[in-house]
């Protein structure tokens, strides 16, 4: 007996339009129709214009600041499953909090993890996110976890570069994995860079492990924030006789100070996703940054959730 696939509906937060504008059209499917009302105060409501009964619904919304991000998602779930929807995947680009993924000092939140709890209460069969800050945390939750992976993308921009003398770096011993893996696609040398941080977004001292004398460095990260960590490695690494440095991070969260610190730093060029929404205005004056689409992906992967196909397929580079 064939399989049978249920009518797909894509429908966007309102702090994620432009990506999942980008990710209808390369499905095929316009976005439903939804509303987002608001009262006096700012209590928000959102509810759907057509029909979900018995549809295969993806909510697409990054769970970055404000926090209204988040429960607005909340509520999109909680709407889709009291309007009947068959399955709900929602769809979260850049799953925020996930930074809190442990207790690495007394009488703090896992974040990360109320925030999977509060995903599976409100009704989401399945959630579908790219470079968890710790891939742990799909272990948080108890439905299905479409992990992709970002080196899809920035492998064969990084390819077509042509770096003669190419090392992959690691801004802080914790990224020391994610940049042996993205290291293996080029066969290259990897270098860390060891930090130590007085608090958050602060950083003490730096000192590099490895070797970077007349080589083309990429700095591998998942979250760019204030910028500060990896502007501070990309001049350790010119200090040490680099010929050039990039940076390669996923999601660029960019608050503060941040777009200044990139344009300022010696970096080359920063190369991120659309995951998070930039600021247009600041990005007008940063000539450094760099926006790769991840809309392609993101169809991908949801035309192989609702045909039933493999989402491991999808990460092939060639």
């Known amino acids: 007996m064939p399989l049978q696939f249920n009518t797909v509906k894509l429908f966007a937060g309102s702090g994620t339009v432009e990506l999942a504008e980008k990710i209808s059209t390369s499905y095929g499917k316009p976005l439903g129709d939804m509303t987002l009302s608001k009262f006096s105060d700012g209590e928000m409501q959102p509810f759907y214009n057509e029909s979900v009964r018995g549809?295969?619904?993806f909510l697409i919304q990054s769970t970055n600041q404000p926090t209204d991000n988040l429960l607005e998602l909340l509520f999109m779930i909680d709407a889709a499953k009291r309007a009947s929807a068959h399955y709900i995947t929602v769809v979260v680009p850049y799953?925020?909090?996930a930074r809190q993924d442990r207790k690495d000092k007394p009488r703090v939140a896992i974040g990360a993890k109320l925030i999977a709890n509060l995903i599976m209460a409100a009704g989401a069969h399945r959630i579908m996110t790219m470079d968890l800050h710790?891939?742990?945390i799909q272990g948080f939750f108890d439905i299905p976890v479409d992990h992709l992976d970002g080196s899809i993308i920035f492998v064969p921009y990084i390819k077509s570069l042509n770096l003669p003398n190419l090392t992959i770096a690691s801004p802080d011993m914790g990224g020391s994995y994610r940049a042996r893996t993205f290291a293996k696609f080029f066969n290259a040398e990897v270098i860390i860079c060891d930090k130590r941080r007085k608090r958050a977004n602060e950083i003490?001292?730096?000192?590099?492990i490895g070797e970077v004398k007349d080589q083309d460095v990429v700095l591998i990260d998942d979250i760019c924030d204030t910028a500060g960590t990896l502007s501070k490695a990309a001049a350790l690494i010119m200090e040490n006789g680099a010929r050039s440095v990039r940076a390669v991070c996923t999601h660029a969260?960019?608050?503060g100070k941040a777009y200044d610190t990139i344009e300022n730093s010696v970096l080359t060029e920063m190369i991120v996703t659309d995951t998070i929404r930039l600021n247009p205005e600041k990005q007008k004056s940063?000539?450094?940054?760099?926006?790769l689409s991840t809309a392609d992906l993101f169809a991908g992967a949801i035309k192989n959730v609702n045909e039933h196909g493999s989402i491991?397929?999808?990460?092939?580079?060639?």
């Open 95 to 97: 799953f925020g909090y």
């Open 253 to 255: 969260v960019l608050s």
């Open 312 to 318: 491991s397929g999808l990460f092939d580079i060639k």
């Open 286 to 291: 940063c000539s450094k940054i760099n926006v």
């Open 55 to 57: 549809s295969d619904v």
């Open 204 to 208: 003490e001292s730096m000192s590099i």
């Open 134 to 136: 710790a891939a742990q």
